[in-house]
């Protein structure tokens, strides 16, 4: 049974750092691309960032670039989601999500490219 559960989250103040964790199990995380996804209330969820198996890839949605760093650690089986210089649009639920890509350097974007996700973290950024 894979589960993914995400971690992290909280309240801070606008230009703050926080630190998602997204603990997985029952996959070998090595085989697989992780996303972090977001959805704000009364908004769609939106891809904010993914890296590939080989981490050779990674995209991240435009407003986050520069401040937002994915990472993974195969041997925790965790993937991470740096988030710096925090503002108050970032507020939202936030997702990971993997998937075994066709090939080790895909990055999915949309959310119908993911197979597993966890149950979402709270991050609220007060202005």
């Known amino acids: 049974q894979v589960e993914l559960v995400e971690s992290g989250g909280g309240l801070v103040h606008g230009g703050e750092s926080l630190r998602l964790s997204c603990a997985a199990s029952?996959?070998?995380?090595?085989?697989?691309?992780i996303g972090w996804f977001r959805q704000a209330p009364g908004k769609e969820r939106e891809v904010v960032a993914c890296l590939s198996v080989n981490d050779g890839s990674t995209y991240y949605k435009d407003s986050v670039k520069g401040r937002f760093t994915i990472s993974r650690d195969n041997a925790k089986s965790t993937g991470y989601l740096q988030m710096a210089s925090l503002r108050s649009e970032a507020t939202a639920v936030y997702f990971c999500?993997?998937?075994?890509?066709?090939?080790?350097?895909?990055?999915?974007?949309?959310?119908?490219?993911?197979?597993?996700w966890g149950q979402g973290t709270q991050v609220t950024v007060s202005s």
């Open positions: 999500a993997t998937t075994r890509p066709p090939y080790p350097n895909a990055c999915p974007v949309y959310s119908v490219g993911y197979d597993y």
């Open positions: 029952g996959i070998t995380l090595d085989y697989y691309a």
